[in-house]
Nanobody, 115 residues
Framework: QVQLVESGGGAVQAGGSLRLSCIAP????????MGWYRQAPGKERELVAG???????NYADSVKGRFTISKDNAKNTVYLQMNSLKVDDTAVYYC?????????WGQGTQVTISP
């Protein structure tokens, strides 16, 4: 089974920062655009930030100017730098291809922001 492994979540106060990491198998990383998604309690999973196949980036309106997606091709790793965190950013964060493929959903990493 293919696994994408997310890490870097945690509990911080509003205004703080976190950096999430996702290591993907090389075959996935090389041939797919990647993205970060999140699912808050009682809400549907949503795209937070993603690369497109042309290597552009797109962001959810709610995180523009605060979150930055990046990648390290040598390490098959995608990052999500999250600054100025808000309580509403509390969610489980996942990485997947962009658009996502069902078989690639992993366990995610929990991000909890307190007031």
């Amino acid at each position: 089974q293919v696994q994408l492994v997310e890490s870097g979540g945690g509990a911080v106060q509003a205004g703080g920062s976190l950096r999430l990491s996702c290591i993907a198998p090389r075959t996935i990383f090389r041939f797919n655009a990647m993205g970060w998604y999140r699912q808050a309690p009682g809400k549907e999973r949503e795209l937070v930030a993603g690369f497109t196949r042309s290597a552009d980036t797109n962001y959810a309106d709610s995180v523009k100017g605060r979150f930055t997606i990046s990648k390290d091709n040598a390490k098959n790793t995608v990052y999500l730098q999250m600054n100025s965190l808000k309580v509403d950013d509390t969610a489980v964060y996942y990485c997947n291809t962009n658009p996502p493929l069902e078989r690639f959903w992993g366990q995610g990493t929990q991000v909890t922001i307190s007031p």
